[in-house]
């Protein structure tokens, strides 16, 4: 059988996603997903915006068949890290950021049928940039709640939005490209063992 190194992991039907070895493999990827998203708030928190939270969300919803799961990831990631790292004005402003990065989820999951390729490399930046900024202007006072005091929520948040498209863009390419490099080494080893299971 042949399958292309960048299929999720439901591309191999002999494995069953819900048996007990599978169910212990997807706690162990859950749990490394997290601790590096935790990990990366950190390593880069004098950069705004600039983390790897949106990948790993959206490798999540790629990876896990069950969405549950996925989403688990990056609301960890965040109320863990959120523990140390500065707080939000209002616990409406923390559900909506919390919320948006729901998103990348939904569009990994459309990934696993190679749909939205490049929506989903841009759209959960835009996304997030654009409710954020529309919950710190509305509930915060930083900014007049008025037209004028909206756009200029926006406009003084397009550092942070281009910031969060860049993390986007490298941490995805990264954490893409090495599970496509992994799946490419274990394609090889998979069909070696259906070979040697048939000659028997």
């Known amino acids: 059988m042949s399958v292309h190194p960048f299929a999720s992991p439901s591309a191999f039907p002999q494995d069953s996603r819900l048996s007990?070895?599978?169910?212990?493999?997807d706690t162990v990827v859950l749990a490394g997903l997290v601790a590096l998203g935790v990990a990366g708030r950190f390593w880069f928190r004098d950069?705004?915006?600039?983390?790897?939270t949106t990948a790993l969300a959206l490798f999540a919803g790629f990876y896990f068949s069950r969405r549950w799961m996925a989403a688990v990831v990056p609301l960890s990631i965040m109320v863990l890290?959120?523990?140390?790292?500065?707080s939000y004005q209002s616990g409406v402003e923390m559900m909506v950021i919390y919320a948006a990065l729901v998103l990348p989820v939904v569009l990994g999951h459309l990934l696993r049928q190679n749909k939205w390729m490049g929506v989903a490399a841009i759209a959960p930046s835009l996304f997030f940039y654009l409710v954020s900024n529309l919950a710190v202007w509305g509930?915060?006072?930083?900014?007049?709640?008025?037209?004028?005091?909206?756009?200029?929520?926006?406009?003084?948040?397009?550092?942070?939005y281009r910031s969060m498209l860049l993390g986007d863009m490298?941490?995805?390419?990264?954490?893409f490209g090495a599970y496509a490099l992994a799946r490419a080494s274990l394609v090889p080893a998979r069909s070696v063992r259906a070979a040697m299971c048939v000659a028997q």
Do not use: D, K
Not at 147 to 155: A, T
Not at 170 to 175: E, L, T
């Open 47 to 52: 950069i705004p915006n600039f983390t790897p």
């Open 170 to 175: 490298i941490f995805g390419a990264v954490i």
């Open 139 to 160: 509930m915060g006072t930083l900014y007049a709640r008025t037209p004028e005091g909206l756009l200029e929520c926006y406009y003084y948040g397009l550092p942070f």
């Open 20 to 25: 007990p070895r599978h169910i212990v493999s």
């Open 81 to 86: 890290s959120n523990l140390w790292l500065p």
